[in-house]
């Protein structure tokens, strides 16, 4: 076996393999097992030095599990006793072991994994480690390391082993071997993106090193220099996008001034039936005034769910629109686009402004004749889904793009509209409220309007956490509720093994709910992500119209949907989504006159920790504190959409805790910018090609010099 501490002094680099060379070259691979690896997105060798681990397990904290105490970083050894995959009655598989070592039996419990039994086998040692969970002394998802060669030894000498992410067939072992043949011939031969001057101002590892240490730590003081460097790097990265882009949209004339001088937006505001909130008045007059530049807009307008956006949005529009000017309003999906348009034709109806829709439901006589007007100029308000900016749909006096749900809208979908010799304004509304740090990470080239307030004459929402047992008192809640004319939703989480399981659980507790005895009388709907787009809509139509009393559905509510008479929300599992995505579901009551309760349903089992996380939900209906708690408690690979901002996810940084490392690369891409604003200086090379590698249609125009 390759020792783990070979001398990398006494090592010399093959001369075949280089940082771009196919993983299949690097001795010891091959072709069969360079395609595992390209599972995991690893085709050459730079991607596999840069493949960080995603956890330690530290073999100097090693206890018995009799030593083992709640709320401290723990790990024990021992052997596989008892494993079996557990059934819930949401439909997910979970996987339970017991780990026995000569002072008492651990079990662990793994939600959703069920393919562990091909290696959580009975009479296995294994090195566990986690924090133990107090109710019942249990770890929930520890992370965990088969005991075998490289590990014994690791083990045996007290160090920090790395724990990679794997595929099905590829070994802990197999990957950390090949991380480390492969630092020993080219961990010194990658290009650093980071320029020589950053780098020395501040007082960072080289790269090399970082590589080294990241994957195998001599101490927790090297590994912490090593992922600060790394996690440095990648917000540098990250930061230097948004300052192009911030640079090249600052640009005087690629730009129109669209704001008319008002009057639509005046006679439509003294025709609504209430008055702006003072938040609502100061995000409009900020758009306004962004309007009137010669500099092209880009704003995000956030407020919690029923804050007000779309009315904003639409006197917004109207400015645009009265100059002449043509406004795209996109929604992400058709249902929403339908909904924004019926609720857009309610407002412009007293000022005389057409609102057209152009959806995938659109006749095709329709499309062509609006396709034609659109073509030849005339200033209409066009509403339909993202696929607007894609479809041959011309809009030659395009002013104002208003893009509805930004995390579905990223800077890939932006840089599209900006692919016009004249760039529009582009508005974004979001109802997912966003901490400060991923709003400067990942939205640092739009400027930011925030709404707080809720509108007068919303009804109280109130949000309970109740365990399974008190089922049967929520439902007799919601017959009373339904007996009264109210409305309700029953939601449950998507099952990520498989879409036909969730399409199973859905319709299972759908029947189960309109077989109960109290429930019978009343009408209940059922709307799942495997139903066709025609379906889905009969469905929220049924029960925006009152015919369905009660709706059970997966997460396809999440956004937008909009049923005043909805009083209560039940959340089954409630522990599987994200606090920020539970703030946004329950937003879809409370929005009429009544008073609304939303009830979060754990699942049996659910630990401590998660139901901690659910009891912010009860405390506060602050959305910007509960992303903020989000953030803390998940991260934000899970929180909100990163991974459809159109941006490569974060592997080191934690925006959570690395807020400082943010701000401190922020101005480091500035300065940098600033003095070579289309990165052609030599020493910059190393850092406009990692650009263009990694963010190439979010830099398209950027850096097309």
Same mark, same amino acid.
């Given at each position: ?38 599972? !995991? ?35 024990? &050894? ?15 598989? %979970? ?5 026995? %070592? ?232 058709? *249902? ?16 005389? *402004? ?37 479809? @041959?749909? @011309? ?24 692919? @016009? ?15 400060? /740090? ?115 559905? &997966? /997460? ?9 008479? =909805? &009083? ?13 995505? !539970? ?36 405390? &506060? ?8 708690? %989000? ?10 959409? /990163? ?11 934690? !925006? ?28 910059? =090379? ?20």
């Amino acid at each position: 076996m390759m020792p783990l501490e070979r001398s990398r002094a006494s090592y010399v680099p093959s001369p075949r393999v280089d940082p771009s060379s196919r993983l299949q070259f690097l001795p010891g691979v091959g072709p069969a097992r360079a395609r595992l690896f390209e599972r !995991l997105g690893l085709s050459t060798l730079e991607h596999l030095v840069r493949h960080y681990p995603r956890a330690y397990l530290d073999a100097r904290r090693f206890v018995q599990v009799s030593e083992l105490a709640p709320g401290e970083l723990m790990t024990v &050894t021992g052997v596989v006793r008892h494993a079996a995959a557990l059934r819930t009655r949401g439909g997910r598989t %979970d996987f339970v072991v017991s780990i026995a %070592d000569a002072s008492g039996t651990l079990p662990c419990y793994f939600f959703g994994q069920p393919f562990l039994a091909r290696t959580l086998r009975r009479g296995v040692r294994v090195v566990v480690s986690g924090e133990l969970d107090p109710p019942e002394r249990r770890m929930l998802n520890p992370m965990f390391e088969v005991v075998e060669g490289d590990v014994e030894e690791l083990l045996h000498v007290g160090r920090l082993v790395p724990v990679h992410s794997l595929t099905k067939g590829l070994t802990a072992r197999s990957m950390r071997r090949a991380v480390r043949s492969a630092l020993d011939r080219v961990a010194d031969r990658i290009p650093d993106p980071l320029p020589a001057e950053v780098v020395a101002a501040h007082a960072l590892l080289p790269l090399a090193p970082s590589l080294e240490q990241i994957h195998f730590p001599d101490s927790d003081e090297s590994l912490a220099r090593a992922r600060r460097r790394l996690a440095f790097e990648e917000l540098f990265l990250l930061q230097s996008v948004l300052a192009l882009r911030r640079r090249l949209l600052s640009e005087q004339g690629r730009g129109l001034s669209t704001a008319g001088p008002g009057e639509l937006a005046r006679r439509a505001l003294s025709a609504l039936p209430f008055s702006l909130t003072p938040d609502q008045e100061r995000a409009l007059g900020e758009i306004v005034a962004d309007l009137g530049r010669e500099r092209p807009m880009q704003r995000l307008l956030l407020g919690d769910v029923g804050s007000g956006k779309t009315v904003v949005a639409f006197l917004a529009a109207l400015h645009v629109i009265e100059a002449g000017h043509q406004v795209a309003f996109m929604a992400p999906t058709e *249902i929403l686009a339908r909904q924004h348009a019926a609720t857009l034709a309610s407002l412009a109806g007293p000022v005389g *402004i057409e609102i057209a829709s152009l959806t995938g439901g659109t006749p095709a006589k329709e499309r062509r004749r609006l396709g034609e007007r659109l073509e030849g100029g005339e200033p209409l308000l066009v509403v339909g889904t993202h696929a607007l900016i894609w479809e @041959k749909v @011309k809009l030659p006096r395009l002013g104002l793009a208003i893009v509805d749900e930004q995390h579905r809208f990223g800077v890939r979908q932006r840089a599209l509209l900006a692919q @016009k010799a004249v760039i529009p304004d582009v508005l974004v509304l979001t109802a997912t409220p966003i901490p400060r /740090t991923l709003t400067l990470a990942f939205y640092g080239d739009l400027d930011v309007s925030r709404i707080t307030t809720r509108p007068a004459g919303r009804g109280r929402l109130v949000t309970r956490v109740a365990g399974e047992e008190k089922l049967p008192q929520v439902l007799e809640f919601m017959a009373k509720e339904l007996a009264a004319g109210r409305q309700a939703f029953v939601v449950l989480p998507v099952i990520e093994e498989a879409a036909s399981g969730t399409q199973r659980a859905a319709e299972a507790e759908h029947r189960r709910l309109a077989s109960h005895p109290l429930l019978e009388p009343h009408t209940l709907g059922l709307l799942h992500g495997r139903m066709d787009a025609a379906s889905k809509q009969a469905a929220m139509e049924a029960f925006a119209a009152g015919r369905v009393q009660a709706l059970v559905t &997966t /997460t396809v509510v999440e956004v937008g949907v909009d049923v005043p008479n =909805a &009083t209560l929300m039940v959340v089954e599992s409630a522990e599987r989504f994200g606090l920020t995505q !539970l703030h946004q579901l329950r937003g879809r009551v409370g929005r009429g006159a009544h008073r609304s309760v939303c009830v979060l349903v754990p699942s049996p089992g659910t630990g401590g920790r998660a139901l901690e996380r659910l009891s912010v939900l009860s405390r &506060t209906e602050n959305g910007f504190e509960i992303a903020e708690a %989000d953030l803390r408690m998940r991260g934000p690979g899970e929180l909100w959409g /990163t991974r459809q901002s159109g941006l490569p996810r974060l592997k080191l940084a934690d !925006l959570a805790r690395d807020e400082a490392l943010l701000e401190e690369t922020q101005r480091a891409a500035a300065g940098v910018v600033a003095a070579d604003p289309w990165l052609m200086k030599e020493e910059h =090379a190393a850092l406009k090609a990692a650009l263009l590698a990694s963010y190439r249609d979010a830099l398209e125009l950027a850096l097309a010099g």
